[in-house]
């Protein structure tokens, strides 16, 4: 019971927990299909590291697809760690049918291949983004998550309710985990914050949606240590993971600003109707739950992800933004 079945290994978020599990001693089994959703070399670059990794075993692969070849290697695993899919709120209007053929069909995939093998722990990634807006803030796990603003966000929430399903019907350990606008360094480059770092060290414009407005910043560390925790967890539960301190849109800017050393050349674009003006977690369950909170202040994280663009310049100045 030493292995651990991760999708979307190639991930932001995914490979950080795999890394994490890996120097834990484990042995992660890591399914990605290599999507070109964005820039590949930064997908490359975090696959890479992994591999570095004796106890990790790569299979190129799309859980979108029922194939005996992924699900096989769930087989003996002491929990399957289900991260892979279509990420993006604006991108998901433009091109809905990805997200409901990665995000829902392969949830499901997926759930059949725990039930067959019997794992004893799931857990699936979600979003803030089933919050929409309307609810009262901080969001609690209970507030309304069925109004939503783009396709992305209802096929979370699809994936949400299958596998509660899934849990009613099979008796299957099914941790739920909303992440709040997760970043860090080799974060995703469809994100504002690697945009914005990208952007303002090298000295070209960058957009902002109307004031920006604010957003519950979560660090992929902590991310992933939540991830990691939720693998011993029994029955259904849904867990909000944030950083329970919104912060500005234009103070992340500011921030980068000061540790890059350079003014923001700053497009001002008026807001897309898919997105929500600002995001706050309410992170009582995950204490109660997971007996976890983050740790990295935004002032530490934004230095952190600097200094790694930085100390990446070389190629990470050519990964294509949008």
């Not at 932001?12 to 890394?19: Q, T």
Request: glycine content about 8%; overall charge negative; charged content about 20%.
């Amino acid at each position: 019971m030493n292995k651990y079945v991760v999708t979307g290994a190639a991930g932001f978020i995914a490979s950080v927990v795999s890394i994490k599990l890996l120097e834990s001693g484990y042995e992660v089994v890591g399914i990605d299909n290599l999507n070109d959703a964005y820039d590949m070399r930064i997908k490359n670059w975090r696959l890479t590291k992994l591999q570095e990794y004796p106890n990790f075993q790569f299979l190129h692969s799309d859980i979108a697809i029922a194939n005996p070849v992924w699900a096989d290697t769930f087989n003996g695993a002491a929990s399957v760690i289900h991260l892979a899919g279509r990420a993006g709120v604006r991108q998901s209007v433009a091109d809905p049918h990805i997200y409901i053929e990665s995000n829902v069909i392969g949830t499901l995939n997926v759930l059949e291949a725990v039930k067959k093998y019997n794992i004893d722990n799931m857990v699936i990634a979600s979003t803030s983004s089933v919050y929409g807006i309307g609810n009262p803030q901080p969001y609690s796990e209970n507030s309304e998550s069925s109004k939503v603003l783009s396709p992305y966000a209802a096929s979370k929430k699809s994936a949400e309710t299958i596998a509660y399903a899934y849990h009613h019907l099979y008796n299957l350990n099914i941790q739920v985990l909303r992440f709040f606008t997760v970043y860090g360094p080799a974060g995703r480059p469809d994100m504002s914050i690697f945009r914005f770092i990208k952007g303002i060290s090298d000295g070209t414009e960058i957009l902002l949606y109307g004031d920006g407005g604010e957003r519950d910043f979560t660090y992929v560390e902590d991310i992933a240590d939540g991830v990691c925790r939720a693998t011993s967890i029994n029955g259904y539960n849904t867990i909000n993971l944030g950083g329970d301190s919104p912060v500005k849109i234009k103070n992340i800017i500011e921030l980068i600003e000061y540790e890059t050393g350079n003014s923001a050349l700053i497009k001002i674009e008026g807001r897309d109707p898919a997105d929500v003006p600002s995001t706050w977690a309410n992170i009582s369950n995950a204490k109660k739950i997971l007996s976890w909170e983050p740790n990295i202040s935004i002032e530490i994280g934004i230095a952190k992800s600097v200094k790694w663009y930085k100390d990446n310049h070389d190629w990470a100045q050519n990964i294509n933004v949008y």
